[in-house]
């Protein structure tokens, strides 16, 4: 496969979900919104797009996802009221979500999957490789990934997947790749993809992370991939059908991520991103760490 020299520009993120593992607050409110200190958790995926030059956003969206379109929108009324103030501050904040990126919007009619969201982006993409962002996995800005994934890909062609370490208990809980190292010692060659094995059967302790560089090749063996685990078309057998035949698209590398990620799918991952971002922020956090070591010293 001839490495692409396409530059990426596009980003997929596919916000479609219920959220229910987060009911009651989801239910009338999307679970992308939900606010990491001060920013809904959409908001730094989106910037982390931005940040690596992908400044063109599709966001694959369902029912009641409106707000999420509102926030990326300019909010006038507001915007006239925070200036009449001179609240100069607030109103920068509250104009930076408008201005990350151009934000492009498609309804997922019928919830098949994460296979079937990212099929829902075919006409926007096009024949161009792209990148796929999942919400649930936040990736600290200090720790470019999405940028090395990039790199990755104009390098090789074909697809590109995050890895990251995980405790060999926890691998059902992932897709999981089989890898052959590389001459790079954060990149291995994928030759197989397996959803959320038995413990017994998996591959490796390379846990599958939200983010991926894609060949638009992917899009035709979505087409024809059946159902997989859960009734839903699954991305991770898309990607085992190109890993197995790189013919179809190209190969499938993975960068294995040592840094910082937050994991906001799970309730009790998602309060210690927050507290963990609190912690690091310059107007939040000496006063938070105190209070906290305070409460774990005397209340725990």
């Known amino acids: 496969m001839t490495p692409s020299h396409t530059r990426i520009s596009k980003a ?14 989801t239910k009338a409110t999307p679970k992308e919104m939900l606010p990491v200190v001060d920013k809904p958790a959409i908001q730094y995926v989106v910037e982390e797009a931005a940040t690596a030059g992908l400044s063109d956003v599709l966001m694959v969206t369902g029912r009641n996802k409106r707000p999420l379109e509102d926030h990326f929108d300019r909010n006038y009324e507001l915007e006239e009221a925070l200036h009449r103030k001179g609240d100069e501050s607030r109103l920068s904040k509250v104009q930076e979500s408008s201005d990350l990126a151009t934000m492009h919007y498609v309804r997922q009619g019928n919830p098949k999957g994460l296979g079937h969201a990212v ?22 800005p200090r720790d470019p ?14 697809s590109v997947i995050a890895l990251m370490e995980v405790d060999p208990a926890q691998i059902h809980l992932y897709g999981c790749a089989a890898a052959i190292p590389t001459d790079d010692p954060d990149v291995v060659g994928v030759s197989d993809l397996v959803e959320k094995p038995a ?14 560089v894609l060949d638009p090749a992917v899009f035709e063996v979505l087409r024809k991939t059946e159902p997989g685990r859960g009734g839903e078309i699954q991305l991770t057998d898309a990607l085992q059908a190109l890993a197995s035949d790189p013919s179809l698209g190209g190969p499938v590398h993975g960068v294995v991520f040592k840094g910082r990620r937050y994991d906001t799918g799970d309730r009790g991952d998602y ?11 310059e107007d939040l956090g000496p006063d938070f760490r105190t209070w906290l070591r305070s409460f774990v010293t005397e209340e725990m």
Not at 200 to 207: G, K
């Open 199 to 212: 413990v017994s059967e998996a591959p490796s302790n390379l846990a599958i992370i939200g983010r991926y």
């Open 119 to 140: 099929l829902c982006a075919a006409p926007h993409v096009g024949d161009q490789p792209f990148a796929v962002l999942l919400g649930d996995d936040l990736i600290d």
């Open 12 to 25: 997929v993120i596919p916000a479609a979900g219920l959220g229910t593992r987060f009911l009651p607050a």
């Open 145 to 158: 990934l999405l940028q090395r994934m990039i790199e990755v890909q104009e390098q090789h062609g074909g």
């Open 271 to 281: 309060l210690r991103a927050i507290v963990r971002l609190a912690c690091e922020r």
